[in-house]
């Protein structure tokens, strides 16, 4: 089910404490790591440095949808996607890739990120779940001089871009909770000393963060404003032994800029405990 904060993007929205300082004290200190070379976002200027060449009449994104996705919801302009990827050149060298499981998924705002063109054209039209295939030309990646070591100059690239999560723009305070387990006795109001057990992990299943690994349960002033705005909002209503699922986005989360081990723009996913409320 998904709930929504009403935010003000023009103001910070998260604290420096992430879920709590004690919450991150002791997470990985491990970041998306990628294959090394050119990155989408390696914007350099891709025009022809003091040469006339015109760009090809032609250069059209080839686009390949491998699998549609899910739901109605597509990915616009302005809008934040959310990927996985693997980058090769024409003859299927690989130049980059974030799908290992140490990397961190790749968030996107199509029209704004700095990334090539071909892949804000590429990315409009997916939906969460979905696969495609792009094929770039070189105009619209790397230009004529390319990025050396890893890209030629005019290379054509392909894509394999998989959407994990799409926040349209307008829904940046947008959550989702589902309770895996219902609690009993009363139900978590603002105010209340919550005692949880939690772990966070990102999109593509990488933990961050885990208070059940370091044996000792957080606690939570809930509505006081120490952690992150998602968890002020998510955790209200959970009863004692109940068990909730959190996704939030970064918005309310750790923001564009991320605090490591969190890198930019990711979209959080947190399963929480309830253990007490007011120590009881």
């Known amino acids: 089910m998904r709930w929504c904060i009403w935010i003000c993007l023009a103001t910070s929205l998260f604290l420096t404490g992430g879920c709590g300082d004690k919450a991150t004290e002791n997470a990985a200190k491990t970041s998306g790591t990628t294959t090394e070379g050119a990155k989408p976002n390696d914007t350099k200027d891709n025009a022809d440095s003091g040469k006339t060449e015109p760009p090809p009449t032609d250069a059209k994104v080839e686009i390949e949808d491998i699998k549609v996705g899910e739901g109605d919801a597509t990915a616009q302009n302005e809008d934040l996607v959310l990927v996985t990827y693997t980058g090769k050149l024409k003859d299927g060298t690989e130049f980059d890739s974030n799908t290992a499981p140490e990397a961190e998924p790749f968030g996107v705002v199509i029209g704004v990120s700095p990334v090539i063109q071909g892949w804000h054209e ?47 723009k307008g829904e940046e305070g947008v959550y989702e909770k589902f309770d895996l387990k219902e609690g009993t006795g009363p139900a978590a109001k603002k105010g209340d000393t919550l005692t ?85």
């Open 122 to 168: 590429g990315l409009v039209g997916m939906k969460k779940g979905g696969v495609r295939k792009l094929t770039i030309p070189y105009m619209k990646a790397y230009g004529p001089d390319g990025s050396p070591p890893k890209i030629p100059a005019k290379a054509d690239l392909t894509f394999e871009i998989k959407c994990l999560y799409l926040v349209k």
């Open 196 to 280: 949880v057990h939690y772990t966070g992990k990102l999109l593509n299943g990488k933990k961050f963060d885990s208070s059940k690994d370091r044996g000792q349960p957080f606690d939570v002033s809930l509505g006081a404003g120490g952690v992150i705005p998602g968890w002020d909002a998510g955790l209200a209503g959970m009863k004692k032994g109940g068990v909730r699922r959190l996704i939030i986005p970064p918005a309310i989360a750790y923001g564009a800029s991320g605090k490591p081990p969190i890198g930019p723009n990711q979209v959080l996913d947190f399963e929480i405990e309830l253990l007490k409320i007011n120590g009881k």
